[in-house]
């Protein structure tokens, strides 16, 4: 019978502290919500010591989720164990993850500890986290480069001490495969009490080797894996949870695993983390991408159409890829539209899909085809619109290679509405100052993407802002088949929230660096406004 792997999650713990993708409480909880319906077997939901907001979003996370273990990272200290316990008692499955470096490296450079006192240290540790939960994993930080004597006596004290499961990451992407499969095997081997905990691979992905690694961990022994969604994490990344998924999945020959995960909600988690991050997935990114199920060649194009497995190892059905079977267009009703949100996997509210309905309509005004990819893009954008303050009631824009441009933009907010005229070196950036002259709050532009959405001329432009106020970082997507539309309803999806105040800021993480345009604070000039 095929062994059971529990798959791991750390998209918001090593993930998240990856510099573009911080993420706030509302948005926390919505990826951990999306890994449950995935089917992870546990999400490690912050590093609750670390800060107060990533105390109360790991508390946040494990009242929010049922059928899922809820973790909290701890150094191997009575404070952080603490703060750990705090933020995760109230899960239905609690687990605190504790951890400690263990390669000589770390314990004399880092440390300052002796081989001894680091053994002593994590014996207390383990202990005293084991007396609250009974759900203990415990991490020898720097494992792969660590003396495999001492791991196996490390790893059958912590395991003595109780502890459940036993992590070796490689936590700084160096071993091979064959190194993984060396030192699984001597701990399984070499330490006695091995069988009373479960082996789990955390692989980082310096050298690129982070799926080989991890697959190279299961095959000698290890049943948890812990990964992130598209392998965000720190510095290249981890192991991405799709990859290791879909060859177990693929190779049962080599594997013979199961895991709980529901592959085809794979692409919509991933575009769930990509919609809320603003950080693009790359078009050829394994199983995810864009173009992974693309057949561009004539040879594969005509080998696909003989036998979709000629080239084709899995299918995009079971990764979630959708594929619908009608097209909408401008004489759809609602029913239909709605119809179609469901085949897209949504579950809206009547009001938001009334919402929805309109913007549709509004499209097929100006697009000839809706595509999925289109309406997909309406409805992401359309989320982070929940509580509008500010709305854009009309803008008009001149722009040209010989004059200033110069935006000109009405916002209504409530019973009213008001004009603003600015100018700037481009349109986008006139229209942003008109903006922020308007709610007469300064902001500073972080970053600013745009893309179309689909192909052809009349394809819809999708814009991402991140803006900051000194209070926090704020995000705001728009889409549009104008591109200046776009911009501005994405700054005002990001000023709506910046206005709301600091629970929706984005905790910490270092401001994204790929802004086209300066950063300076848009304000302080003296254009007319009513
Ligand atoms: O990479 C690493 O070693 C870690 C541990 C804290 C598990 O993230
Ligand atoms: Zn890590």
């Given at each position: 019978?095929?062994?059971?792997?529990?798959?791991?999650?750390t998209?918001?713990?090593?993930?998240?502290?990856?510099?573009?993708?911080?993420?706030?409480?509302?948005?926390k909880?919505?990826?951990?919500?999306?890994?449950?319906?995935?089917?992870?077997?546990?999400i490690?939901?912050?590093?609750a010591?670390?800060?107060?907001?990533?105390?109360?979003?790991?508390?946040?996370?494990?009242?929010a989720?049922?059928?899922?273990?809820?973790?909290?990272?701890?150094?191997?200290?009575?404070?952080?164990?603490?703060?750990?316990?705090?933020?995760?008692?109230?899960?239905?499955?609690?687990r605190?993850?504790?951890?400690?470096a263990t390669?000589d490296?770390?314990?004399?450079?880092k440390?300052?500890?002796?081989?001894?006192?680091?053994v002593?240290r994590?014996?207390s540790?383990v202990?005293?986290?084991?007396?609250?939960?009974?759900?203990?994993?415990?991490?020898?930080?720097d494992?792969?480069?660590?003396?495999l004597d001492y791991?196996?006596r490390?790893?059958?004290?912590a395991?003595?001490?109780?502890?459940?499961?036993?992590?070796?990451?490689?936590?700084?992407?160096?071993?091979?495969?064959?190194?993984?499969?060396e030192?699984?095997?001597?701990?399984?081997?070499r330490?006695?009490?091995i069988d009373?905990?479960?082996?789990?691979?955390?692989?980082?992905d310096?050298?690129?080797l982070?799926?080989?690694?991890?697959?190279?961990?299961?095959r000698a022994g290890a049943?948890?894996i812990?990964?992130?969604?598209?392998?965000?994490?720190?510095?290249?990344?981890?192991?991405?949870?799709?990859?290791?998924v879909?060859?177990?999945?693929t190779r049962?020959?080599?594997y013979?695993?199961?895991?709980?995960?529901?592959?085809?909600?794979?692409c919509?988690?991933?575009?769930?983390?990509?919609?809320?991050?603003?950080?693009?997935?790359f078009?050829?990114?394994?199983?995810?991408?864009?173009?992974?199920?693309?057949?561009?060649?004539?040879i594969?194009?005509?080998?696909m159409m003989?036998?979709s497995?000629?080239?084709?190892?899995m299918?995009?059905?079971?990764?979630?890829?959708?594929?619908?079977?009608?097209?909408l267009?401008?004489?759809?009703?609602?029913?239909?539209?709605s119809?179609?949100?469901?085949?897209?996997?949504y579950?809206?509210?009547d009001?938001?899909?009334?919402?929805?309905?309109?913007?549709?309509?509004?499209l097929?005004?100006r697009?000839k085809n809706v595509?999925?990819?289109d309406i997909i893009?309406?409805?992401e954008?359309?989320?982070s619109?929940?509580?509008?303050t500010?709305?854009?009631?009309?803008?008009?824009?001149?722009?040209g290679?010989?004059?200033?441009?110069?935006?000109?933009i009405k916002?209504?907010?409530g019973?009213?509405?008001?004009e603003?005229?600015?100018s700037?070196?481009?349109?986008?950036?006139?229209?942003?100052?008109?903006?922020?002259?308007?709610i007469?709050?300064p902001?500073?532009l972080?970053?600013?993407?745009l893309?179309?959405?689909?192909e052809?001329?009349?394809?819809?432009?999708?814009?991402?802002?991140?803006?900051?106020?000194?209070?926090?970082?704020?995000?705001?997507?728009?889409?549009?088949t104008?591109?200046?539309?776009?911009?501005?309803?994405?700054?005002?999806?990001?000023?709506?929230?910046m206005?709301?105040g600091?629970s929706?800021?984005?905790?910490?993480?270092?401001?994204?660096?790929?802004?086209?345009?300066?950063?300076d604070?848009?304000?302080?000039?003296?254009?007319?406004?009513?």
């Amino acid at each position: 019978m095929a062994d059971r792997i529990y798959i791991f999650d750390t998209t918001l713990r090593d993930g998240e502290q990856a510099p573009g993708y911080s993420m706030n409480l509302d948005e926390k909880i919505r990826v951990a919500k999306q890994l449950e319906t995935l089917g992870v077997d546990i999400i490690e939901a912050g590093f609750a010591i670390s800060s107060p907001g990533d105390a109360e979003s790991v508390r946040a996370i494990a009242g929010a989720v049922n059928d899922v273990t809820v973790a909290s990272l701890a150094r191997a200290l009575q404070k952080d164990i603490d703060a750990a316990w705090d933020a995760v008692r109230v899960a239905r499955r609690p687990r605190i993850h504790v951890f400690l470096a263990t390669s000589d490296l770390h314990l004399q450079y880092k440390l300052r500890m002796s081989r001894d006192e680091a053994v002593e240290r994590l014996k207390s540790a383990v202990r005293y986290a084991r007396n609250l939960c009974p759900d203990i994993e415990f991490s020898l930080e720097d494992a792969t480069r660590t003396d495999l004597d001492y791991m196996c006596r490390v790893v059958e004290e912590a395991i003595k001490e109780g502890a459940t499961t036993i992590n070796l990451p490689d936590t700084v992407g160096y071993a091979s495969p064959g190194d993984i499969t060396e030192m699984v095997t001597a701990v399984r081997n070499r330490v006695p009490n091995i069988d009373k905990a479960i082996i789990s691979m955390h692989c980082h992905d310096d050298l690129g080797l982070a799926t080989a690694n991890t697959l190279a961990g299961v095959r000698a022994g290890a049943r948890q894996i812990e990964c992130t969604l598209c392998g965000i994490g720190e510095r290249a990344g981890n192991t991405a949870l799709e990859e290791v998924v879909m060859a177990m999945k693929t190779r049962p020959d080599l594997y013979d695993t199961e895991t709980r995960i529901n592959t085809e909600e794979l692409c919509r988690s991933a575009r769930l983390l990509s919609s809320i991050t603003g950080v693009r997935i790359f078009p050829s990114k394994a199983i995810v991408g864009d173009n992974a199920f693309a057949h561009e060649s004539g040879i594969h194009q005509h080998g696909m159409m003989a036998n979709s497995k000629t080239y084709e190892i899995m299918t995009p059905e079971s990764v979630g890829v959708v594929k619908t079977n009608y097209v909408l267009g401008k004489h759809s009703g609602q029913h239909a539209f709605s119809r179609k949100l469901e085949e897209l996997g949504y579950t809206l509210t009547d009001s938001e899909v009334s919402r929805l309905f309109a913007e549709f309509k509004n499209l097929c005004d100006r697009k000839k085809n809706v595509t999925d990819r289109d309406i997909i893009a309406l409805v992401e954008a359309s989320e982070s619109h929940d509580k509008q303050t500010w709305s854009l009631v009309s803008y008009v824009v001149t722009s040209g290679n010989s004059i200033t441009s110069t935006a000109c933009i009405k916002l209504k907010n409530g019973d009213k509405t008001v004009e603003g005229v600015a100018s700037g070196t481009g349109p986008v950036y006139a229209s942003l100052r008109a903006v922020e002259k308007i709610i007469r709050h300064p902001f500073s532009l972080d970053d600013y993407q745009l893309q179309a959405v689909t192909e052809h001329r009349d394809a819809l432009g999708e814009a991402l802002v991140k803006i900051s106020d000194g209070s926090g970082v704020y995000r705001g997507r728009g889409v549009s088949t104008d591109v200046i539309e776009a911009s501005i309803l994405a700054c005002l999806t990001a000023v709506n929230r910046m206005l709301e105040g600091a629970s929706s800021s984005i905790s910490g993480g270092p401001a994204a660096t790929t802004a086209s345009f300066e950063n300076d604070m848009l304000v302080g000039h003296t254009d007319k406004e009513d």
